[in-house]
């Protein structure tokens, strides 16, 4: 009983992005991206297929044209207390599959714990886990189809039991053109189906604990993506574009008006409610030499449900990529603007190829 006044705060603290909309529901750390690639394109990823630039995270279709197989470890150096983490392998498993497996590593440290009376008690801590097992096949040279298994793993407050789900994916990416010096691919996913958290206060509440279900937004996917090589004086460069509808069913109340002895008497009732908000992301990478890559990009610009620029986040970065005998090392850099860390958030990726 002695922590009743903090649960609110480490509620918030479970989340890494504090954001009021969709974005800010369960598992807000989630839907952030995957990688210092993928965030430095502004996570319009779902449709590129360009060696060493694919990842399952968003789209698990785009495994089915993996021709390498990849490692790589990721630190988010966040500010607030936060911290960010990624690691992954890919790779195919015969001439028209592969397989994926990632890791997202999540939390908020050094929260002020206080008892009932605002007496400090000690410094508490959030964790959340996310680990996903891709699959995918190309079943013609144009149509690649995946699917993902999600498992959410978190830890809110030690007296809570930890909460475990598991959610999936769905993806297709379909090669509409190609030829020597270019290609376009399109793409399609809807992710986090029937992901969602499960907490029981009866630990802490007793007889008037609860056990509460919180559905993760489902997130719907629409992506583009063309490169080049040899053009404008660049090795290649790749333009990526994706536009995603996040769906979220709350509970809220509703004011109905009830008659009792002549008297219209108003009472709150709970009923469903669907949210859902649009956002495009827009990505650009250019290659100036094989050893270098340089990226840009734009994530949730407001197109329905949340306007333009409202949490509107650019973020740029590079990689330096170096042969060693038969394998390719790489390092990679991105930087996320914030509008609560105007300073910027950081990534450094360190991956090989082989």
Known sequence: MRYISILFFLWLGCSVSLSAQIGGAAAAYSRMGFGARGIGLGNAVGAVTQEGEYHPYYNPAVLGFAEVYSASATYGYLPLDRRLNFATFTGNIGPDAAVGFAWINSGVSNIDGRNRDG???????????????????????????????????????????????????????????????????????????????????????????????????????????????????????????????????????????????????????????????????????????????????????GVQGVSLMEIARASAGFTIEYPIQEYLATIDYAVLFEPYAPMGTSFFTFGVRF
């Open 119 to 301: 007496d400090p008690t000690e410094s508490l801590s959030t964790s959340e886990n996310l680990f996903i097992l891709s699959f995918a096949r190309r079943f013609t040279d144009e149509l690649s189809i995946g699917i993902s298994l999600r498992g959410y793993l978190a830890s809110l407050f030690a007296e809570i039991q930890n909460s475990f789900s598991l959610g999936f994916d769905v993806g297709a990416v379909y090669r509409a053109y190609s030829d020597d010096a270019s290609s376009l691919h399109l793409g399609v996913a809807i992710s986090d189906i029937n992901a969602k958290y499960e907490w029981n206060t009866s630990p802490i509440y007793g007889q008037q604990g609860t056990t509460t279900k919180d559905a993760l937004p489902i997130s719907y996917k629409l992506a583009v993506a063309y490169s080049r090589e040899k053009v404008l004086g660049m090795k290649s460069i790749l333009i990526a574009s994706e536009l995603q509808l996040l769906s979220k069913r709350f509970d809220g109340l509703q004011t109905v008006f009830i008659t009792e002895n002549g008297v219209s008497i108003p009472r709150n009732e709970i009923v469903p409610l669907n949210k859902s908000e649009t956002y495009f992301k827009l990505g650009v990478m250019l290659q100036p030499i094989r050893e270098l890559r340089l990226r840009a990009g734009i994530d949730r610009l």
